[in-house]
């Protein structure tokens, strides 16, 4: 069974920056491509940034690029999300997923991830950004 879990979410004010963590168990890391998805109140849940299995290729949702990196370390088994430049519209819960698939190419992830290919879900991290 995967585990994922969640750090680093918080309060913040507009402007400023947030780095997120997520740590990864229960079965092998590496063949895995990773994402961050997020969900604010009465919204339904949206892509943020993927990252392919070996880091090659990064996704970024428009309202993010240029703000957000996405990254991984998979000696250590971790996923980041650096934010910069926070937005108060960037308030949300922030979720860590893991694809279901392996190996899936960088082409496959030039695109933006169709919720449905990922099956692991973290619990969720808190992120809100005053104005």
């Known amino acids: 069974q995967v585990q994922l879990v969640e750090s680093g979410g918080g309060l913040v004010q507009a402007g400023g920056s947030l780095s997120l963590s997520c740590a990864a168990s229960g079965r092998t890391f590496i063949p895995y491509g990773m994402a961050w998805f997020r969900q604010a109140p009465g919204q339904e849940r949206e892509l943020v940034a993927a990252?392919?299995?070996?880091?090659?290729?990064?996704y970024y949702t428009d309202s993010v690029k240029g703000r957000f990196t996405l990254s991984r370390d998979n000696s250590k088994k971790m996923v980041y999300l650096q934010m910069n430049n926070l937005k108060p519209e960037d308030t949300a819960v922030y979720y860590c997923?893991?694809?279901?698939?392996?190996?899936?190419?960088?082409?496959?992830?030039?695109?933006?991830?169709?919720?449905?290919?990922?099956?692991?879900w973290g619990q969720g991290t808190q992120v809100t950004v005053s104005s």
């Open positions: 990252i392919t299995w070996n880091g090659g290729s990064t």
């Open positions: 997923a893991q694809d279901r698939a392996i190996y899936r190419s960088s082409y496959y992830f030039s695109q933006p991830p169709n919720i449905d290919a990922f099956n692991y």
